[in-house]
C-alpha cells in the first residue's frame, strides 16, 4: 500500500543530512564496534596497572576478534578444534579457566578526535571485569558485574592523542552467581562462558549524547487504515554546564525539530508525539506482520542533535508499524494479537551455540529454517544472540521475539543458589538485575519482531523485585506484554499467582519426553492443546545418520551406548529410554544405523506434527505453543528441529506440515478432517480430496468435498466414515484444491487400528507414560517402490536451485523418501538447505515436482548431485 502522511508538519521542517552539519563542519558522530585485533592471555603475577600501558608486551597472546569468551577465543586461533567430537568436552581441563583472563586492545585517538566525548559501551561482560586505560583503573569496585549488564564510561580524560591500551580483566563466574548458562539442554562450556560475550563500540560525539531512539505504533486495529507514532529518544549532558540544543528526527522524508535543553550531567528521554506533531498520524500505513500474516516493511528513523550549529550525535535504527498487545480467554489463558487480530504462536526455544559463538551466517540460516517451517516466534530463555543480528534479521522475516531470565537461576543444581519460592534474586541484588533487565528492553524495544518480555522461567519474581521491573517496563515499554513467570497455570488448573500482577495465564507442565499424537488432543490438566505452552515437546529427535556419522567415532555408531548418552540431554533427559520403549514398540526394532535414525525421522515427523496441528485445530482455546526445543548449542540428539550442523530431520518437516497457514489435518481424537487457515483472508470454492490406502496400498476409500473457511479459522470439514476392512496400518492422504484442481495443501498420515492410549494417572513433570501403542510395524513391510528421478538446476542470486520430478511408476505407496543435496567431490550433504518439501510419500502412479536450494559459495551446477533414501535404499545397503 502506498504511504501518505496526513499533515504537512507546521513546525521546522528542513532537510537533515546526518553526520554532517547545515555548515559543513567536520563530522564528530560516530559509534563503531572495536571489536577486531584484541589480544587474549591469562592473568599473571605481572601489576595490573602494566598491562594497560604500551611499556608491556604480553608473554604469549591470541589475537581474537569479538565477541569471543576464553574458549570461543582460543578456537579462533586452532586451539580445541576437537571439542564437540565424542566426549572432548568431557575430557577438556577446566584448570586454565578458574583464573582471570586478560583483554587487551590499542586505540588510536587523533589530536583533533581528542577534545571529543568518547564513551567505551561494554555491551556484554561474563561474570565480572576491571577496566584499566593508559596505566589508570577506571572501573570501581564491583561496577563491572553481572552477566547482562550494559556498561557504559566515559573514557575521555583518560585518553591522549596517539596509541591508547584499553585493558579488562575478566574474572570467571563462581557458584552462585547469576550467570549465563545452560540448563538440561547440553553440558556447560568449561570456560563457563567467562569473557567478553558481546562486542564493544566506541561512541564518539559532542556534548549532547544520543541513545536508544524508539518508536511506538498504535494502530487503528478495526479499519487498519490509520496508525499513530510516537518516537522518543535519551539524550544526555556529558558536561558540567547547561546546554541547549536541537533535536531533529528525520523520517517518511520528512523532520521533526524540537528544541531541548539539558541540566549537567541530565539524562532524559525526548519525545515527539502525534498530538505535538499532527504528521505523526498516518493514513494507510504499511503494517509488519508476522510471519504467514501479512508483510514485514521496515523504515528508517535517523534522528541527530544539534549545539552550537554542529551536528553532536547522531543514531539511527528500523522500525516497524505494528500494534501487539495480549488477551485473555474466559478460561483465563493469555493469548496474543498483532494490528488487532488474534493469531497463535507457533513457536521453538532458540539457545546459541555453546561457547556463544554463532557466526552471522548461522544465525541468520536458522531464522530461514524457522520461516520455512512456518513458525513465527522464537522463544530466548536469556537475552540470547551475541550481537543485533538476531533481532535485525527477525525484524526482516517476520519472526516474533519472546525473551526473559533463564530458569538456570531458579534451580540449586545449576546457579549453585538455595532455591525457594521465587526466582533466586537476593534482596541486595534487585537493583543490579533490574538495571540489567532495563538495558536489555532498551537494547531491544525498538525492534518490531518483540513480541513480550518475561521476568521469570520457571518461578516468579519477588513481589520487591516485580514491582522495580513493572516501574522500568513502565517508563521505556509501557505498551509491552509482559509475563511474570512462562510457569503460570499448574495441574488442575490452579495459577502459579503473583500478588502483584495475578496470573500470568500461561502455562509450562511438560511434556518433555516422547508422547503419541492423540495425546495433544486428549489431554487437559497438563501440557495439551489448550492455553498458551511456554515450553513442551515430545523430546528426542534423533539426527539424520550424517551426523551421528560427525559427532562420534565410527566404533561407537551402532549399538546405542554411553558414547550416544553424552550425547543426549542432562539429568532425567540423560537417556532415550522412554522414547526407545515407544519407538520400538509402535516400529519395530532397528538392526542398524542407518535403519535406526532414518526410522527416527518418520516417528519425529509423527510425533511434532501431532502437537502443532492439536493446537491449530483448538484455536484459540489454544493460544501457543514452544516447542522444546528449536535448536540446539552443540552436536546432540534431543530437543531439535534442525541439528548443530544445520541438519533438519524429520520434526522440521513434520512441523512445516502441520504449522502451514493452509492445511488439512486429521484430528487424532474424534477421527475427522479437519482444515485451518491462519491467513487474514477467507477461501471459498476449495475441494477437499481423501483417499485411505491400507499397509498393501489398496485403495480403500476415496472421496471429495467442496468446502469454503473463513479469514483465521479451523473448521472440521469432513467425518471420516468407520471402515471395517482397515488393515492395523493404514494410510490417509489429505489434499486441499483450488476450484481449478491445482493442490494448495497436502497432508500425508499413518494410522493404526491399534490406538496409542496415554496413561494420565502416572503423569509427571516429564512425559505422560503410554500404556498401550500403535503398530506401525507394517511399515517394515512395505512393497519396494519403482520411483525415477529426474532433476533440473539453474544458478540464481547465489543460490543452487533444483527442481526434482519423482515419479511413482508402480501401483503401490511409496512412502516416505528424503531427497538430499549432496557435494558429488566430498560426498557431503550440503548445508544449509531449503526444500518446499520432503520425507514425501508418493501415491500409486503419482508424480510429483519438489523444488529445493542451497547457498551457491563454491559450488558450481555440476557440484551438486541429488541423492534419494527410504526405507527401501536403506536395506538394500549393508554395513552400519
Known sequence: MKKTIGIILTLTAMSSIFFSSCNKKKDIAKDVYINEKWELFPASDDNDSVISTGSFTPKQAEIIKLPATVLSGLRQNGHYED???????????????????????????????????????????????????????????????????IYQFNISPFLTPGKNIIALKVSPPQKGDLTLGFVDWNPEAPDANMGLWRGVRLKTSGNISLSHPNVRSSVNTETLDKAAITISVFTQNLTPDTLNGLLKAELFNQTLSKEIKLAPGEEKEVFFTPDDFPSLQITNPELWWPNNLGDQPLHSLKVNVTENNQISDAVQIRFGIRQIEDYFTEEGHRGFKVNGRKFLVKGGGWVDDMLLADSDEKVKAQIDYVKHMNLNTIRLEGFWGNNNTLYNYCDEQGIMLMIGWSCQWEWESYCGRPEGPYMSIYPEEYERESKAYRQQVLRTRHHPAMLLWTYGSDRLPHPDLEKILDKHMT???????????????????????????????????????????VYWYTDTLYGGAYGFNTETGPGPQIPPVESIQKMLPEEHHWPIDSMWQYHFGRNEFQTIDRYLKAFNARYGESHSLKEFTFKNQISSYEAIRGMFEAFAVNKYEATGVIQWMLNSAWPEMYWQLYDYYLRPNGAFYGTKKAAAPLTPIYNYKDKNIYVNNDYLNSFGDLSLEIKIFSSDSENLFSAEHAFSIGANQTDMVFELPELSNLSTTWFLDLRIKDYSGKVLANNFYWLSTKEDVPDFEATTWVHTPTSEFADFSAINELAAPELTLDIRKEAEEGKILFHCTLENSKNKLAFFNELKAVDKHSGEVILPVIWEDNYITLLPGEKRTISGSVDQNNLALEDVKIELRNLNTIKNTSGK
Open 475 to 517: 517508563e521505556v515499554a509501557p505498551d509491552a506484554p509482559v509475563v511474570t513467570t512462562c510457569r503460570g497455570v499448574e495441574v488442575g488448573g490452579h495459577q502459579n499467582t503473583s500478588e502483584v500482577s495475578g496470573p500470568s495465564g500461561v502455562k509450562m507442565l511438560g511434556p518433555y519426553d516422547w508422547v503419541p499424537p
Open 83 to 149: 571439542l564437540y567430537f565424542n566426549m572432548g568436552l568431557k575430557k577438556t581441563d577446566k584448570t586454565p579457566f578458574k583464573q582471570p583472563w586478560w583483554y587487551r586492545k590499542e586505540l588510536t585517538i587523533s589530536k583533533s578526535e581528542i577534545k571529543l566525548n568518547h564513551q567505551l559501551i561494554l555491551e556484554g561482560i561474563n561474570y565480572k571485569a576491571d577496566l584499566w586505560i593508559n596505566g589508570e583503573k577506571i572501573s570501581k569496585s564491583n561496577q563491572i558485574e553481572g552477566a547482562f549488564g
